[in-house]
């Protein structure tokens, strides 16, 4: 894999977790999620680009 894609996945798994994070607990459950789930999450998102 090149290095510019690993850069691109690693701002982009960087970035899901900290929009997650700052959100309180209401807010992710209205979102069908836990803070459990913000990392694995954010590893399928970045596994997309």
Do not use: N
């Amino acid at each position: 894999m090149e290095f510019g894609k690993t850069l691109r996945r690693w701002a982009s798994y960087r970035q899901t977790v900290r929009e997650l994070s700052a959100l309180d607990d209401r807010e992710l459950h209205d979102l069908g999620i836990t803070r459990g789930d913000i990392q694995p999450l954010a590893r399928e998102q970045a596994a997309r680009i």
